[in-house]
């Protein structure tokens, strides 16, 4: 298959704003004429190979932050709203989203927040308690989908608080002595910590500044819960001037963003981006070897190297998704051209909702979307217990995964045959949005799509969907 042009008008430009250059000494520098450049940065040409390798060589520039996946998140969100209903036939065509997400980014986050906003007021109709006779009816996003779409577009990495973080945690690798670390920040602020049988996590009384951790916790719970706390007593600052940029719609929204915020922290303290990265490259993404190492959860790590996207450094681009029983997506994220539906759940094919009836084991899957990229997907229970007899069993399944081409540097593929066609299953990314006209799993028909209904005929659905 064809590999797609590389229109990047919009990260060009930004380039070249960042390093204080006109467009005539920018196209100097690249050794193409100010004309060519013009077209590239208004996206009437895609970037050439011979302008990749310039902006390696002149600049240092990792090519990769070009074909980043925010036109890919953008595309595959307007996808999705364009699915609604209330469209009717008037999506445009791929192309001239891929379009719109390249060269008018801004103009396409604006439709989704519109979208966004009118999906709200519909269900606040619906529902009549949140639209009727309320001075606080006022229309704005839920605070939760605000912070989720954040750190959406952020790529799930924000480089201030990941460098701080690995400041702190000194790039010490063992689990001892960064709890042994992390205990001794506290002491040293004033803070005295203790473990007791409490409800919930962690629990810090600021009036007597004592910080409980549940004596029930497992080490690496222990651990995060611990950096997570000290990042909000030592970070705050730092964390602030992070929600400051943000602006977010709501004190609830940044609220909820300050905990992802702390949760980031805590991530990025327990497994430091320099040596984690170096681990998981030695270790070929080796999942439960790196827990072993550095005393996390298998959870932790595979979250962890899905935001392995530091410019210059970055790690392989995964995808990550953990969900429960009810297929209820409750994290994502992509740093590949796979993107997750904004509403709903996943793909019933994929195997993460399979992982619920193999608990312990790793699953593998090659796996094909419709536009035919080509995935290796591992997925896996993690069963998080309540610590005592009668305390509720939280379980959930993660999946984490890679385009095709980088498979050869995960232990996991060694003895798969990646060049069988017939080999990868077809799944999609929802069911509304789509294209696959004969799936025997699908749900609920495509939004995009007439159907065909014949009341004589009877296949795996009552309904075919048109060509």
Request: aromatic letters at 8%; a neutral charge.
């Amino acid at each position: 298959m064809a590999s797609r042009k590389l229109y990047a008008g919009v990260k060009l430009r930004e380039t070249r704003t960042r390093l204080g250059l006109t467009q005539k000494d920018f196209a100097a520098r690249l050794g193409i004429s100010l004309p060519y450049l013009n077209q590239m940065e208004n996206n009437n040409r895609p970037v050439s190979s011979t302008v990749l390798l310039a902006l390696a060589s002149e600049f240092g520039f990792d090519v990769t932050e070009l074909s980043t996946g925010d036109a890919e998140r953008l595309v595959s969100d307007m996808r999705e709203a364009l699915a609604d209903p209330v469209f009717g036939d008037l999506a445009p065509p791929l192309a001239d989203l891929r379009l719109a997400a390249s060269n008018a980014p801004a103009l396409a986050r604006a439709f989704l927040e519109l979208h966004r906003a009118y999906r709200q007021s519909h269900e606040r109709l619906a529902s009549l308690d949140e639209a009727l006779g309320r001075e606080d009816a006022a229309l704005q996003p839920s605070p939760w989908e605000e912070v989720r779409d954040f750190f959406h577009y952020c790529d799930n990495y924000i480089d201030a608080v990941d460098r701080a973080a690995e400041r702190f945690a000194r790039n010490g690798t063992n689990p001892d002595d960064q709890e042994r670390h992390a205990a001794e920040t506290l002491e040293s602020a004033g803070i005295t910590l203790s473990k007791n049988d409490i409800p919930g996590l962690r629990h810090y009384d600021a009036t007597r500044r004592i910080l409980t951790l549940s004596s029930r916790l497992s080490g690496p719970t222990r651990r995060f819960q611990l950096l997570h706390q000290i990042a909000l007593l030592t970070q705050s600052q730092l964390l602030e001037a992070t929600l400051d940029l943000a602006r977010f719609q709501s004190p609830e929204a940044r609220d909820i963003a300050r905990i992802g915020m702390a949760n980031y922290f805590a991530g990025a303290a327990l497994l430091p981006y320099g040596s984690f990265l170096e681990a998981a490259q030695e270790a070929r993404h080796d999942l439960e070897l790196l827990a072993d190492r550095f005393g996390a959860s298998i959870e932790q790590v595979a979250h962890r190297l899905s935001t392995l996207q530091r410019p210059g450094a970055k790690g392989l681009p995964f995808f990550f998704v953990r969900v429960d029983q009810a297929g209820t997506i409750t994290k994502r994220h992509s740093a590949t051209r796979l993107q997750f539906a904004r509403f709903g759940g996943a793909c019933p094919l994929w195997n993460v909702y399979r992982a619920f009836e193999t608990p312990g084991r790793f699953l593998r899957q090659l796996a094909e979307t419709p536009d035919g990229v080509r995935y290796l997907s591992l997925a896996r229970d993690v069963t998080k217990p309540g610590g005592a007899w009668g305390a509720p069993v939280r379980r959930f399944a993660i999946g984490l995964g890679c385009e095709i081409r980088h498979a050869d540097r995960l232990v996991y593929a060694d003895d798969l045959d990646l060049t069988n066609a017939a080999g990868f299953e077809p799944i999609g990314i929802s069911c509304r949005i789509c294209e696959r006209r004969n799936c025997h799993q699908r749900a609920v028909p495509p939004l995009e799509r007439r159907l065909s209904v014949d009341p004589d005929r009877r296949g795996l659905l009552p309904y075919e969907v048109a060509e």
